[in-house]
């Protein structure tokens, strides 16, 4: 158990949001929040909620969009103790096809929407003088990969914005983390064509891919108590891809 940290946040209860908590590695780790007896908000943009969470509507390129979903999660559940930017979009080709839409996209949607989130949550965390940042990087961040120039380029920054968080408001009991999943079955790798999907599995030495569940354990873990002395780390979930990078 952790001991004397001033960043230790009480172990049920918080106020936790989500960013793209309806469906995939999100919906995954809004669910153990909630298991854990949380006060748990996802942002969605389209769809349904999902039971027991509190839904707010937010496109994250939208920093206005983002402020009114602070504005009401902190009404209802009070400041957010617990943030966790996980959405995310591919656009995947060569670079010579990559137009610079594909790759701004990416960027404005990964990166700049984490900087958005962090930065509105931030405030609260300061007032609080305690929180946890969870940022959902990728092993492409680290690793590359053919066509995915404007993707790995996203998911990199986030480990600059982990680090410079940390350095910035670590003495206000504020952590930051990345956490790097390799190849995990939600809809964004269901796009994958057969035969890509079986030459990532052959390069992945734990032999599958794996479950949202997985993901979402680690970044409970780092929400947690026994994580309040981790910041700034990059933690891969990725069966040994990316090893050494
Ligand atoms: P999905 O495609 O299944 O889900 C993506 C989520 O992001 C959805 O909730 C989606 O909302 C949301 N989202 C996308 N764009 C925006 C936006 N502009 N504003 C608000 N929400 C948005 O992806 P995964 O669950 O697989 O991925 C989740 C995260 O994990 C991503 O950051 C991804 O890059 C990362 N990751 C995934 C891996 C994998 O193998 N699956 C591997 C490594 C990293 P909506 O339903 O409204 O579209």
Excluded: C
Excluded at 44 to 49: H, L, M, N
Excluded at 72 to 89: F, K, T, Y
Excluded at 197 to 206: E, N, Q
Aim: charge should be negative.
């Amino acid at each position: 158990m952790a001991s004397g940290a001033d960043n230790t946040t009480t172990a049920t209860g918080r106020s936790v949001l989500i960013t793209g908590g309806n469906r995939g590695i999100g919906l995954a780790i809004a669910k153990v929040f909630v298991a854990n007896g949380d006060k748990v908000a996802i942002t969605y943009r389209s769809g349904e909620i999902p039971e027991g969470m509190l839904g707010v509507k937010a496109d994250v390129t939208s920093e206005e969009q983002i402020d009114a979903a602070f504005t009401r999660v902190e009404a209802e559940h009070g400041p957010v103790e617990v943030l966790v930017a996980n959405a995310g979009i591919t656009r995947d080709t060569l670079l010579l096809r990559m137009s610079e839409s594909d790759f701004t996209d990416v960027i404005d949607t990964n990166l700049t929407g984490a900087f958005r989130v962090v930065k509105r949550a931030s405030r609260g965390m300061i007032r609080l003088r305690r929180g946890r940042v969870i940022l959902i990087s990728s092993v492409t961040g680290l690793y590359g990969a053919p066509g995915q120039i404007n993707y790995s380029a996203s998911k990199s920054g986030l480990i600059g914005i982990a680090r410079s968080l940390t350095r910035e408001l670590g003495s206000r009991g504020i952590t930051a983390n990345v956490v790097a999943p390799g190849f995990i079955d939600t809809d964004m790798t269901a796009e994958l064509p057969e035969d890509t999907r079986k030459s990532y599995l052959a390069t992945i030495p734990a032999g599958r891919f794996a479950s949202p569940e997985e993901v979402a354990g680690v970044v409970s873990w780092l929400a947690g108590e026994d994580a309040g002395y981790i910041s700034g780390a990059v933690i891969p979930v990725d069966g040994g891809l990316g090893m050494g990078h």
